[in-house]
Every structure is written in C-alpha cells, then in structure tokens.
C-alpha cells in the first residue's frame, strides 16, 4: 500500500483520483469485513461525496493539503456530527451527537475522507476488543486471536489495509497495546497535546487521541493535523506544533537511548524479548548510546492506574442515567427503577466492574487509603521518569508482555488482562508521548511492537528514533495475508 506522501503525489498528478482511492478502500472494506469486524459504522455515501468533492478542488487547481483525500478510519468513542457514535456500547447505541470532536473537524477541515467508525472495548475499557456490545474484532495475522484493545478495531483496519490510517485514543495503552499485536505505529502523544474535546471521557486525566499508521511518516503526518490548542478543551496545551516530518532522519549519532530494565525478566514472553532486545542492537548500530535505566516504581503503575482510572470512570459515567439522551428503558414505574434499569441494560460486565470499583475506592471511609495514594504513586513514577529523562533522550522497553492471544484466552481472568498493559500504563499516568513501531514477529508470525517513550511534548526525538529504525529494518512493509 502507498503512503500518504506517494497517494498525494498520484492524486496531485491526477494518476488517480480521490473517488477511485475512496472506492479502493470501501471495496477492500467489504472484502475483508466478514473476517475482521473492525467496523461498527462504514460510512461509504459520505466518504465518496467527500472524495468527488476533493476531486472538484484537483480540478480546479487548488493546492491540496497531505491528507486531503486520504482514507481514515475512526474509533468509534469520538464524536462525528450526524454519524452515530456508540462507544460500543448498548447504553449509546442510538445515538447521534449533534456536534463534532475537535479532532473529527480538523480532519474534515484537512480533506481527509472517513470511511467509518471503528469497534472498540465498550467505552474503551478493555485490552482485547472483546468488551464490545456489537461484535468481536479479529487480528489480520490471526483472526483467532484478538487485535488488542481498547482501540482494536483502528489498529486491524490499519493492518488490514481497509484504510490509510486511523485515530485511536489511548488511556492506559489503547493505542500501543493493539499497535503491537497488528503489528503497525501506534503514537500517543503528549497529555494534553490533542483536545479531547468531543472524545467521549474514560478517564479524563489520562485519555489522549492518536494515530494508528503502518509507517512513522504517516504517524508524524496525521499527528500535525490534529495536534494544537483548543479552548474547548480545559487540559489543551497553549503550545507551538513544529512540522514533525522534519524530525525524520536516518541517524542516530549521539541519541541517548535508556532501556528500561524493570520490563524484563519475569512475566516477558521469551520471543518478545529476544526480538526487542535485537531492536535495541539496531539502535546502537544507527549510533545510539545505549544505557540501562532503573524506574524503580514503573511496575506500580497498574496497581495506581486500577484505582485512578476506575475512579474517574465511575464519575464520568455517572451521566449515563437515561434521563438527558441514550438508552432509556421504558415502563419503569419510579424514577430511582428507571435509572437502575437502564444503567443495569445499558452497561456491560467490564463496565459495570470498573464503575463499581471507582465507587468504593472514592466512597467515604476509603478516598485516603486508595485513591489519594494512588494519585501519591502517580508522582513518583512521574519522578522516575523525570530522572532518567536527565541522562537520556528517550526511554525504550517492550509495548505489551505477550504477542496477540487467543480470542477467550484471557476474557474469564480480568486480572491477566489488566495485566497485558503492565508496560503502556506508566507513561499514560505520567503524561508522556510514547510510540510502538513494529520491531519483528514471534515464531508463530505474529507481530511485536517496541515502544518508545519520550519526555513531555519531545514528540520530535520520538519520530526521530523510531523513523531511523524503521528505515534500517523492513518489519513495517509486511502485511497480513486474510
């Protein structure tokens, strides 16, 4: 498949037109959707007149933008006005917002042509896609296994080459985790770098919207359109966006690259660590420094992440209540059985388990001994990161413990599922941009992700590291076989 830059030049050129690359992807779409079910919404009438409107523009010789007439798929947790948006959830299933997300405009705005909206754990609460209300989303490499989560269906839709790239939001992993299992780039940026006004909130201290691509140029691309501030948006940050294509060069001299040496050892899948450790070879080849760094307090993360999250969850989701729009049940004699009616119909397990422990950890009696030490916690991975960040310039580890696992595998222990996010989950807690880039595959041919994490808002040294070994190596131009 093309990348943005050699579809722009082809519809430039008028070697193809919009239309035709629209038509491509909603045949391939269709092609593939009945193994995959990366779609909960294909919007195929909007996108062709987008793409003809794209075409009148080409032709009457307007300069066009990069992703002007590129297909994008979007996860289904953000708002697009007058195309439903469920959360892939029953208590959402009918609903149509009347405004759009920031990001959803901006890519309007850019020309870029969405062809639907993606599945997703039902309010991105999952690591597998399995939560969804809907339907079970499949990996491209092995539609037996699951395609990660929270946002498996942009990473398969990428994968599967149904689209060009995709948005996704990641709030403990969501973009990473699946990134690695579908074996393509997944970025999240900055806390606070992209609005999230119009993202329907899980956790609203640390959910972020980002890319899914199969290249980082395409990553760095899409990223520069939907980055800046947004008043709308109380946590956006009041900061410059450089061009982050310009952050792409082949070398690596004088990078200092620190490997986090609490992600391995016990729990780490032996394929994943021979592969990742072969990528940091790599590195060090391109003329990186390569050191160990401690973070000591990394694998508290998801003890402080499972009290934080849910907690903001169960706040969040208190709107949900049948009263102002959603799912409503009817004949519910009092307004107390309509409220516990709907919400008990609406919700899923998943959802319902994380309501329920952000309820008791924030009830009175509990607030100090859970949720205050967990946000204490929180501080000191921030800490620990702030530390290695003064000897190095980014941090690597793996992305996920396991390669992808069977679809069932994991759905009966949440525990070993939680699990999955023991890598993506600190930087989520502390705010920085962290990005997995295919690094090799297993010895069953599935895919494994390295991350990448950098500083606050060094989204550049990121790019940088990531695009120089992306050019070394040819792990991100293979493609799934379905």
């Known amino acids: 498949m093309a990348s943005i830059r050699e579809l722009h030049n082809q519809l430039v050129k008028k070697e193809r037109s919009a239309v035709e690359v629209t038509q491509a992807a909603l045949d391939r779409i269709q092609a593939v959707e009945p193994k995959l079910h990366s779609f909960l919404h294909v919007t195929a009438a909007q996108a062709l007149q987008q793409a003809a409107q794209v075409d009148a523009q080409i032709a009457a010789g307007e300069k066009i933008g990069l992703l002007t007439g590129i297909p994008i798929g979007v996860k289904d947790n953000i708002c697009t006005k007058g195309i439903p948006t469920t959360c892939a959830s029953r208590i959402l299933e009918n609903f ?42 499949t990996n491209p490499w092995d539609i037996s296994r699951v395609p990660g989560g929270s946002s498996g269906g942009s990473a398969a839709a990428v994968a599967a080459e149904e689209c060009m790239v995709s948005l996704g939001s990641d709030t403990g992993g969501s973009i990473r985790q699946p990134a690695s299992f579908c074996g393509i780039v997944g970025m999240k940026p900055t806390y606070g770098l992209v609005s999230r006004y119009g993202l ?65 050892g016990d729990g780490l899948d032996p394929d994943v ?17 390569i050191q ?28 949900y209540d ?15 059985e309509m409220y516990t009616r709907t919400r ?26 859970y949720y205050l030490k967990a946000q204490k916690v929180r501080t000191l991975i921030k800490q620990d990161f702030e530390a290695a960040f003064a000897q190095v310039d980014v941090l690597v580890c793996p992305t996920a413990p396991t390669p992808a696992f069977k679809a069932g595998d994991k759905s009966a222990d949440p525990l070993s599922m939680y699990l999955i996010d023991l890598m993506t989950i600190p930087v989520n807690l502390a705010g920085l941009p962290a990005m997995s880039v295919p690094c090799g595959f297993s010895r069953e041919g599935l895919p494994i992700g390295l991350q990448i994490i950098g500083n606050v808002l060094r989204e550049d040294q990121i790019f940088q590291v990531a695009y120089a070994y992306e050019q070394a190596t040819d792990w991100h131009t293979r493609s799934p076989q379905i």
């Open 96 to 137: 149509v917002p009347p405004y759009a997300a920031t990001v959803s405009q901006k890519l309007l705005d850019a020309g870029a042509v969405m062809v639907g909206k993606t599945n997703l754990d039902e309010f991105a609460m999952g690591g597998s896609t399995e939560t969804s209300a809907f339907q079970l989303t």
């Open 200 to 264: 329907v909130a899980f956790a609203s201290s640390l959910d972020q919207i980002g890319p899914f691509a199969r290249s980082v140029e395409d990553s760095a691309i899409l990223l520069g359109v939907i980055a800046g501030y947004d008043p709308k948006d109380s946590t956006s940050l009041k900061v410059e966006v450089p061009d982050y294509t310009q952050f792409l060069t082949p070398s690596l001299k004088g990078k200092k690259v620190g490997v986090i040496k609490e992600t391995f």
């Open 273 to 289: 660590e021979k592969t990742v450790q072969q990528a940091i070879q790599q590195l060090q080849a391109l003329g990186a420094e």
């Open 292 to 319: 160990e760094i401690s973070c000591p307090r990394f694998r508290y993360g998801i003890a402080a992440y499972y009290i934080i999250a849910p907690s903001e969850a169960s706040a969040n989701l208190a709107r």
């Open 322 to 336: 049948g009263v102002k729009y959603g799912k409503r049940v009817e004949a519910a004699e009092t307004l107390m």
């Open 344 to 369: 008990a119909e609406g919700f899923g397990s998943e959802v319902k388990r994380r309501i329920m422990i952000g309820t008791y950890v924030l009830s009175a009696g509990y607030y100090d001994a």
